[in-house]
């Protein structure tokens, strides 16, 4: 996968893909003001809420509040575009992903003057000939790629598209015309400048001074009129006229004068100056020089394929771009461009110290791929859709009207009212099928649903084998189809697939064996990940990272969620579409406003709260939110190192604590009473509002002067109580 070079502009990406995480151990967070994480990662809640067996009703209170603001947390922003934006003198394109940019504008990709402000269709002199040429651009290796598409480094790449360059298909060029091709025919005059060719390149005056076989010699120095009194700076030198002979001048370079004669060239460390001509007139005032000065005075030769530095240098072999330039073995000039190089093989993903100096990763979202000298540039501007909501698919029993247990599987979704199950005309956002016959997939699967006002409800029909025309997700304009399918033996194989209304998204869910006996599992076993999930004919289960669709779906980390047994997965409103631009230095871009964030929420599963019961095997494996005392809660017991006989040491009534257990991967909640407690939770569910004042590894939460407010502050522990010296008994 290629690197563009550092000369191109390097702009945050805006992701489309959550990152899925597994447990994190709090030993990396040294603050409260990191909260909410860990619990929070990425949009994906990760944790339990311990309370008291025997905990006040206040302290499941606070538990509801933190839970409450938890979820508001679990959420995934998206990029979307909902305004309009328009670019006169360049071109605006919607591509789909997987799709060539060069589609837009024919099988060749080649944009010219109709196309781009600013592009030549002219003419430049010859030898008193005029010839004519024009600017061209081709952008037919322009692709919009994402990771179910691209195996190369698809991990790296993660559940966001990017702009993949295929290098011999990004170049920018001046051709001739065929026909004016054979009037060019000076090779080897360039001594004659009525052989010398003129035209803009890449937005600046370009000349060249001779043709050769294998490329051309251009003019890599400008002409100045030296006066006396008027030095000029050139390439970083101050250049000085300082005498003027019949023959020759002296001219001062950085403070040191040297006599040059007309005709003759001398080297000033990184620069030449070749006198032209002279003038000594009788008043010195009136004297002057026409000299060229530059790199290389005789010009410079650049060959096909050379490191195209003609406005940067870079070491050896580090070039971005290439000359590409055709003279038909010296017969006449064809076409002189320049053209990314082959040479870049970075992974995406690696970081700015992995990557060589000059070359940066293939462009996401805000990127921009610019040519040499900004005169033209591709930018992936932006992702048009508008929502996308989550569906997850939950192995688990189900029972039915007689209460016995089948192997089955629960559906549900996330979303707003208008994203639902349409169940042949029954519209729900849960449901639960399992097998008609638990020995025969063939037959089929029953349904239930649940509905807001009489719970679980029967299906009156059975979802049956290839039942594509009834049975769907919506969300909004897009759907997913449920279809059950049967693959081998149908008594002891089979599958079910998602498949988008357009036919690019297969996302096939395998239940070999596992939907047999009282096994509630995807896949036969747990080892055989693999080939439990397929994405159209790649098996995709054991992948460890989330995974981007053709139509713009998502599909989480399925290893993960296939060890719980689960299949997640989001689906846009409609298929996602790529909005790329491409200008010049003479286009104009207008963009209106409109929303620019959606949301999906990741919703939290069942089963977040847990008793200190529970609750104390998971200390130190798993971030736990410890709300309660260690009176009532005998995990804040242990974590504070108390007994039941001193359980309010370190307490005080009227406060509430806030404490971090780093190594424990645990938050603690607690206070002296009930209301104490319940004040400490609902600060921290309302940490946004508390930001700089819930900081460090413990925080103590009181009300003061009749004030609804909360005061925080860093715990101190309170004075201890004096001993009576008389009796030796604590007062």
Same mark, same amino acid.
Request: glycine share 10%; net charge negative; with cysteine.
């Given at each position: 996968? %290629? ?65 409450? %603001?938890?979820?508001? =947390? ?25 799709? =060539? ?119 890599? %120095? ?7 009194? #008027? ?36 080297? @000033? ?35 096909? $394929? ?43 993903? =690696? ?50 009207? /007689? ?102 998204? #297969? ?12 096994? @509630? ?107 309660? $005392?260690?009176? =009532? ?42 209301? /104490? ?14 930001? $700089? ?30 001993? /009576? ?7």
């Amino acid at each position: 996968m %290629s690197k563009l070079g550092k000369t191109m502009k390097r702009i945050g990406t805006i992701g489309i893909g959550a990152v899925m995480l597994g447990a994190t151990a709090m030993g990396a967070y040294a603050s409260l003001a990191d909260y909410p994480e860990p619990f929070v990662t990425d949009g994906v809640f990760n944790g339990k809420i311990v309370v008291g067996g025997e905990a006040a009703v206040s302290d499941v209170i606070g538990a509801v509040d933190i839970a409450a %603001s938890l979820q508001y =947390a679990a959420k995934t922003g998206y990029e979307s575009t909902d305004g309009v934006t328009t670019v006169e003198g360049g071109q605006v394109e919607d591509l789909l992903f997987g799709q =060539a940019l060069s589609v837009q504008f024919g099988t060749s990709g080649i944009l010219d003057d109709g196309d781009l402000a600013g592009f030549a269709d002219d003419q430049f002199d010859y030898n008193d000939t005029d010839v004519d040429y024009g600017e061209y651009l081709n952008i037919s290796g322009v692709t919009v790629q994402y990771n179910l598409g691209y195996a190369s480094e698809a991990e790296d790449m993660g559940a966001d598209p990017y702009l993949q360059v295929n290098e011999a298909g990004y170049e920018y060029y001046v051709a001739v015309d065929a026909a004016d091709q054979a009037s060019i025919v000076g090779v080897g005059v360039s001594d004659d400048e009525d052989y010398n060719i003129e035209f803009d390149f890449l937005g600046e005056s370009f000349e060249i001074i001779d043709i050769t076989a294998t490329g051309i010699k251009y003019k890599n %120095s400008v002409t100045e009129i030296l006066t006396r009194d #008027n030095p000029v700076t050139v390439a970083g030198h101050e250049i000085e006229l300082v005498n003027v002979g019949d023959t020759s001048a002296v001219i001062k370079v950085d403070g040191v004068s040297d006599v040059i004669s007309t005709g003759n060239t001398e080297t @000033y460390g990184d620069i030449e100056i070749k006198v032209e001509s002279l003038f000594n007139a009788d008043d010195n005032a009136d004297d002057f020089v026409e000299a060229l000065i530059g790199e290389d005075t005789g010009g410079k030769t650049a060959n096909d $394929g050379d490191d195209f530095e003609l406005f940067t240098e870079y070491d050896s072999g580090d070039a971005p771009w290439v000359w590409n330039i055709d003279t038909n073995a010296g017969a006449s000039l064809d076409r002189v461009g320049v053209q990314l190089t082959n040479a870049m093989s970075e992974v995406v993903g =690696a970081t700015e110290e992995e990557l060589d100096a000059d070359y940066f990763e293939m462009v996401g979202v805000g990127g921009v791929l610019p040519f040499p000298n900004d005169y033209v540039s591709v930018t992936f501007d932006s992702l048009k859709y508008d929502d996308r909501f989550k569906v997850v698919v939950d192995a688990k029993e189900v029972k039915d009207e /007689d209460n016995t247990g089948h192997p089955g599987f629960e559906i549900t979704l996330s979303g707003t009212d208008e994203q639902a199950f349409n169940l042949g005309g029954t519209q729900s956002k849960k449901i639960r099928a399992y097998l008609a016959d638990p020995t025969n997939m063939s037959n089929g699967l029953n349904v239930t649903y649940y509905d807001e006002d009489d719970g679980w409800t029967d299906l009156a029909s059975t979802l049956a084998q290839d039942n594509l025309a009834t049975w769907y997700i919506e969300n909004n304009d897009a759907k997913y189809y449920f279809n059950v399918v049967t693959i081998g033996n149908g008594a002891t194989e089979g599958n079910f697939t998602f498949v988008d209304d357009g036919g690019l998204d #297969n996302i096939r869910i395998n239940a070999r064996y596992a939907l047999r006996g009282a096994t @509630y599992t995807i896949g036969a076993t747990d080892e055989n990940l693999g080939t439990d999930l397929y994405y159209d004919t790649t098996a995709i289960g054991a992948r460890d990272y989330d995974l981007l669709t053709e139509y713009g779906a998502i599909i989480y980390n399925p290893e993960n969620k296939l060890d719980s047994d689960k299949v997640e997965f989001s689906i846009p409103s409609d298929q996602v579409e790529a909005h790329i631009i491409i200008t010049t230095s003479g286009s104009t871009v207008t963009t209106t406003a409109g929303d620019a964030s959606s949301y999906v929420v990741n919703q939290i599963p069942v089963g977040l709260g847990v008793l200190d019961s529970v609750g104390a095997s998971l200390v130190g494996n798993t971030n736990l939110l410890v709300v309660g $005392g260690p009176c =009532a809660n005998t995990v804040a017991r242990d974590l504070l190192g108390v007994t039941a006989a001193n359980c309010v040491e370190g307490f005080e009534q009227g406060v509430g604590r806030i404490k971090l257990f780093g190594t424990q991967n645990a938050v603690l909640v607690a206070g002296y009473t009930a209301e /104490d407690t319940l004040l400490a939770a609902q600060t921290l569910a309302n940490y946004d509002m508390y930001a $700089g004042q819930l900081v460090g590894s413990e925080v103590m939460v009181s009300l003061q002067d009749g004030s609804d407010t909360p005061v925080i502050a860093p715990y101190v522990a309170p004075a201890a109580e004096e001993e /009576d010296d008389t009796t030796g008994d604590e007062a």
